[in-house]
């Protein structure tokens, strides 16, 4: 190249001197510099200056946007979010309905082979769709209910049995132990200890009155033909018949008192788990109740409670048939929450129904529901659960009230 350049050079310059040397040099030199960097690649991802974009005339020129690289400060998440989201939010709430559904053939047994297009389910008289579908038994949590003023004979054949109550409730079951009288007293609260359970129904000591006929002659009406006769008093003895025992305390058996705090105590229990209130009673209940019958049923369709009970009688007992409407209020409370009534005054009758109440509570079906073309105006809304199968008992619960309604 230095030799290609002497010859270029004008004729007066071409004479090899020093200096002319040092010029042809830095020349070449300086070529070299601007040809490698001429050829030097861009490199990916380096920004590329976008070309200057002329202003017209009375336009004012656009602000310079910092390049992508800059050091600035980014905006916070929040503003950028609120900067990108630019659309209304709509917040809606669906309400599910669980329903246990229990199924028996004629016989009394129990069905768990049914699939889920077997069922159809009804609130209001509109079918809804099944939203979920399980049939896998449920762990229990459960109220022991135990009527504190039972008649003697009773008394006597349920605390020989109570033990039996154990046997029925595993290990993943949680159990508390009520009784009732006048007022609910909880003898042990929830727990998973199925001996500690045993050991306290063995030792519980139930309350009993008597139900003896005695003869008073000082209230005995007249006596014609050897029959005692009205006195007028609204008195119709039997020769001035009186039941003993029947105190303050034997008639102030409050029933639905006793259901209501069962209830609010499986309240707070978790929706996988299947609630119960398990009651034994001779049925009897006064007027006297703080919470009415439809207050408490009320309250145990919001918490998704069944009730299953066991009557030691089937019908008042003795000299309380005036006062007390129990009886049909625990088949009421049965059948509405989609439990079960049994009925049993032997000891071996009752150590039976003990495993079949709580074999039943925990096979179930379980059907779930979200509410379609409900009667929002309304507060309480029938279901019905019908099988396709012909032949078969169906329990569920009966209706269900909207979450807040009073």
């Given at each position: 190249?230095y030799?290609?350049?002497?010859q270029?050079?004008?004729?007066?310059?071409?004479?090899?001197t020093?200096?002319?040397?040092i010029i042809?040099s830095?020349a070449?030199v300086?070529?070299?510099?601007?040809?490698?960097h001429?050829?030097?690649?861009?490199?990916?991802?380096?920004?590329?200056?976008?070309p200057a974009t002329?202003?017209q005339?009375?336009?004012?020129?656009?602000?310079?946007?910092p390049?992508?690289?800059?050091?600035?400060?980014?905006?916070s998440?929040?503003?950028?979010?609120?900067?990108?989201?630019?659309?209304?939010?709509?917040i809606?709430?669906?309400?599910?309905v669980?329903?246990?559904?229990?199924?028996?053939n004629?016989?009394g047994?129990l069905?768990?082979?049914?699939q889920?297009d077997e069922?159809?389910?009804?609130?209001?008289?509109v079918?809804q769709?099944i939203v979920?579908?399980?049939?896998?038994?449920?762990?229990l949590?459960?109220?022991i209910l135990?009527?504190n003023?039972?008649?003697?004979?009773?008394a006597?054949?349920?605390?020989?049995?109570?033990?039996?109550?154990?046997g029925?409730?595993?290990?993943n079951?949680?159990?508390?132990?009520v009784?009732y009288?006048?007022f609910?007293?909880?003898v042990s609260?929830f727990?998973?200890n199925?001996d500690?359970?045993?050991?306290?129904?063995?030792?519980?000591?139930?309350?009993?009155h008597?139900t003896?006929?005695i003869?008073?002659p000082t209230t005995a009406g007249?006596i014609?033909n050897?029959q005692?006769?009205?006195d007028?008093?609204g008195?119709?003895?039997?020769?001035?018949?009186q039941?003993?025992?029947f105190?303050?305390?034997?008639?102030?058996?409050?029933?639905?008192?006793?259901?209501y705090?069962?209830g609010q105590?499986l309240?707070?229990?978790?929706?996988?788990?299947?609630?119960i209130?398990?009651?034994?009673?001779d049925?009897?209940?006064?007027h006297n109740?703080q919470h009415?019958?439809?207050e408490?049923l009320?309250?145990?369709?919001l918490?998704d409670?069944?009730?299953?009970a066991?009557?030691?009688?089937h019908?008042?007992?003795?000299?309380?048939?005036i006062?007390?409407?129990?009886?049909?209020?625990?088949?009421?409370y049965a059948?509405?929450?989609?439990?079960?009534t049994f009925y049993?005054?032997?000891?071996?009758?009752?150590s039976?129904?003990y495993?079949a109440?709580?074999e039943?509570?925990r096979?179930?079906?379980?059907?779930?529901?979200a509410p379609?073309?409900?009667?929002r105006?309304?507060d309480?809304?029938t279901?019905?659960?019908?099988?396709?199968?012909?032949?078969?008992d169906?329990?569920?619960r009966?209706?269900?009230?909207?979450?807040?309604s009073r």
């Amino acid at each position: 190249m230095y030799e290609q350049l002497v010859q270029n050079a004008p004729n007066g310059a071409k004479r090899d001197t020093p200096m002319t040397r040092i010029i042809l040099s830095s020349a070449i030199v300086l070529l070299l510099c601007v040809s490698a960097h001429a050829q030097q690649p861009v490199q990916p991802g380096t920004p590329q200056a976008a070309p200057a974009t002329p202003v017209q005339p009375g336009q004012t020129a656009p602000p310079s946007k910092p390049p992508q690289n800059s050091q600035a400060a980014p905006p916070s998440s929040t503003a950028a979010a609120q900067q990108a989201d630019t659309r209304k939010r709509i917040i809606s709430r669906t309400e599910l309905v669980i329903v246990p559904v229990t199924v028996k053939n004629r016989d009394g047994q129990l069905l768990g082979d049914l699939q889920r297009d077997e069922f159809r389910i009804f609130s209001d008289g509109v079918e809804q769709q099944i939203v979920l579908f399980d049939s896998q038994p449920y762990p229990l949590s459960a109220v022991i209910l135990l009527d504190n003023d039972l008649a003697e004979k009773e008394a006597e054949q349920v605390k020989k049995s109570l033990d039996a109550i154990a046997g029925g409730f595993g290990a993943n079951d949680e159990v508390a132990l009520v009784t009732y009288a006048e007022f609910p007293e909880t003898v042990s609260d929830f727990s998973f200890n199925n001996d500690a359970l045993f050991t306290a129904l063995k030792r519980l000591d139930l309350s009993s009155h008597s139900t003896t006929i005695i003869n008073d002659p000082t209230t005995a009406g007249p006596i014609i033909n050897g029959q005692t006769q009205p006195d007028g008093t609204g008195t119709t003895g039997q020769g001035g018949a009186q039941v003993r025992g029947f105190g303050k305390a034997a008639i102030h058996n409050s029933l639905d008192d006793a259901v209501y705090a069962a209830g609010q105590m499986l309240k707070g229990r978790g929706r996988d788990r299947r609630k119960i209130i398990f009651l034994i009673t001779d049925g009897s209940n006064t007027h006297n109740n703080q919470h009415s019958f439809n207050e408490t049923l009320h309250s145990l369709l919001l918490a998704d409670v069944s009730l299953f009970a066991i009557s030691v009688t089937h019908q008042s007992p003795i000299g309380r048939s005036i006062i007390q409407h129990g009886t049909a209020e625990v088949d009421k409370y049965a059948a509405a929450t989609g439990g079960d009534t049994f009925y049993a005054a032997k000891e071996n009758e009752l150590s039976r129904l003990y495993s079949a109440v709580t074999e039943q509570a925990r096979n179930v079906y379980t059907i779930t529901f979200a509410p379609q073309e409900a009667d929002r105006s309304k507060d309480y809304h029938t279901i019905e659960v019908r099988v396709r199968r012909p032949e078969l008992d169906v329990t569920a619960r009966q209706g269900y009230f909207q979450a807040g309604s009073r």
